[in-house]
Structures are given as structure tokens and as C-alpha cells.
């Protein structure tokens, strides 16, 4: 699937501004570690993307109606990464694309949060204030930090080295992100 495939079935399904910003910083951060890992960089950025596409439309079905769709089409590699991007799925974690998937979707959320709070946005965000908020339970209360942990566990790294690379990804895209 190409981007501009996905981007089709993402604006189809899709049209909450802060959660296209969401799908395009995942997009964003997948590519990015694709390429860290030697990895499939169009496969990764797509599933990024369209990691949430059908939750505004259903979300009492998330994801299984991306999830489905996508099967249908054959992308079933980015299916099943849809499919185990909550670890209380319970969805087996078999591949990096899976477990970098989960890694870098609540986090990314919640550094785009930290941005929002900052006069400055990502310009002078450091690892060890996303860090000292993840601490904080009331900031970005509805972002799962068991989720955030467990994703930079199974991926295998160092959790203030994902934030870095993460905050690094933003930045680069900043004007284009607001944050």
C-alpha cells in the first residue's frame, strides 16, 4: 500500500484535526525508526498512519474496522500491527513493527501533550521533562503509562533514548505538526 492509498482511506474515515495531527506524527516517528531498524520504511510510515483511521467513525469497533479493511487489501503485516497497538488486546507481538507500533503511539501522543503546555512547543523539550511528567498521573491523565513502558520494553530501548529520538522526530517536523 503507498501512502497516498492510505492517506485516501485515512480521509475517508477521518476529519478530527488533532487526531490527523496524531496519525501524521506517528507516521512521522514510524518512518523514522523503519529507517533506525532496516526496516520496510513505507510499510512502517503506513501503519503509523493509519493506526487510528477508523476511530472517530467507530470507535466502538477500533481498530477491527482498519483492521479489516486493511486484511482485505491484502496488508495483513499492517493489520496485525493495527490490531496489537493496546497491549489489554491481548494481540501477539511477533515482529518490530508490532512492538514499535506500541511503543511510539501513547508516547507520541503524550509528547505532543508536553509540547502544548510549553511556550516554545518542542524547541527546548528535553527526555527528562516528558519523563518528570509521565510521573505527574494528572497531566495527560487519559494517556496509559503502563502502555508507555511496556512499548519501549518490548521494542528494547532505553525509555529517556526513545523520548530523545521521539522529541528529535518532532522537532524536525514542528511547523508542520503546530507544536
Not at 160 to 168: G, R, S, T
Amino acid at each position: 500500500m503507498t501512502r497516498s492509498e492510505a492517506r485516501a482511506i485515512l480521509n475517508e474515515l477521518t476529519t478530527n484535526p488533532s487526531l490527523l495531527r496524531h496519525m501524521r506524527s506517528l507516521e512521522l516517528v514510524m518512518e523514522a525508526y523503519a529507517e533506525k531498524f532496516g526496516e520496510d520504511k513505507e510499510e512502517w510510515a503506513v501503519a503509523g498512519l493509519l493506526h487510528d483511521a477508523d476511530y472517530e467513525a467507530y470507535p466502538e469497533k477500533h481498530p477491527a474496522v482498519i483492521v479489516e479493511r486493511l486484511r482485505k487489501l491484502n496488508e495483513t503485516k499492517i493489520a496485525h500491527a493495527i490490531s496489537a497497538h493496546y497491549t489489554k488486546w491481548n494481540v501477539p507481538y511477533t515482529n518490530m513493527l508490532d512492538k514499535a507500533l506500541l511503543a511510539c503511539d501513547e508516547l507520541t501522543g503524550f509528547i505532543i501533550a508536553c509540547c502544548q503546555v510549553r511556550p516554545d512547543g518542542v524547541t527546548s523539550l528535553e527526555p527528562k521533562s516528558v519523563i518528570k511528567k509521565l510521573k505527574d498521573k494528572s497531566f495527560a491523565a487519559k494517556v496509559e503509562r503502563d502502555e508507555v513502558y511496556k512499548g519501549a520494553e518490548l521494542l528494547g530501548v532505553d525509555l529517556p533514548e526513545h523520548i530523545a529520538f521521539i522529541i528529535d522526530i518532532l522537532r524536525k517536523n514542528k511547523d508542520e505538526l503546530g507544536i
